[in-house]
């Protein structure tokens, strides 16, 4: 019944800015999409690892510009004209055309369009050379691995979504041990709720060091 009662009560996650967790790793970027609609040329790419958040932030900004969101395995250029657009993962495959228009058509009143990837502009591939330059004069803004002031943050939200109130010496164990990405911090999270909800422990030191050991996930479970 414990776990039934803490899954009804879990909170939804929402991309939204107020629910984005802020520090110095994704300042940039932050600073670069608060800067909309003066992006040089209509357009900016976001890129960053994966899990640091970029859809996060896309979304986030794709809700208030009321952006197009276009699907990557069919861009629909035309949906994108005269308003802003939002498409993400280009490193990992765009038709060359589609993406060539969608830049183009970026620079024309109304219009705009943000761009995530992992890796930087002009480490896509680009099959016509008029999109190659396209792409290297793209405005960047780089997320960076979390830090502990993010990882922190979004370890509590994390937390709060499933209404755990962990011991205060958890996060500074967690920090210090855990995989770092956002990705690992929401596995850590899950694994901690469901131990607790299953044989009623309260999420504590003990019971983190427990799920870190086996996951295997820290490297050195015997300091501290």
Request: some cysteine; glycine content about 8%.
């Amino acid at each position: 019944m414990a776990r039934q009662l803490r899954l009804g009560l879990r909170r939804p996650t929402a991309h939204t800015r107020d629910s984005f967790v802020c520090g110095a790793s994704n300042a940039q970027a932050r600073s670069a999409l608060d800067a909309w609609p003066r992006w040089p040329g209509g357009a900016l790419v976001l890129v960053g690892p994966e899990g640091v958040g970029k859809t996060h932030l896309a979304r986030a900004w794709a809700a208030g510009a009321k952006a197009a969101v276009l699907d990557r395995a069919q861009p629909h250029v035309a949906a994108a004209a005269g308003r802003p657009a939002l498409l993400e993962d280009v490193d990992q495959g765009v038709e060359a055309e589609a993406l060539f228009h969608l830049i183009n058509q970026a620079a024309q009143d109304g219009a705009s369009l943000l761009l995530t990837a992992r890796l930087t502009p002009t480490a896509w591939p680009a099959e016509l050379p008029d999109l190659r330059s396209r792409l290297n004069a793209l405005m960047v803004a780089e997320i960076a691995p979390p830090d502990d002031e993010v990882l922190g943050g979004v370890l509590k939200k994390f937390f709060r979504e499933r209404n755990i109130r962990p011991h205060d010496d958890v996060y500074p164990y967690l920090l210090r041990r855990m995989e770092r990405s956002i990705p690992g911090a929401a596995e850590i999270v899950r694994r901690l709720d469901e131990t607790e909800d299953g044989q009623m422990r309260p999420v504590s030191r003990v019971l983190a060091r427990e799920i870190l050991e086996d996951g295997s996930e820290n490297l050195d479970l015997f300091e501290g």
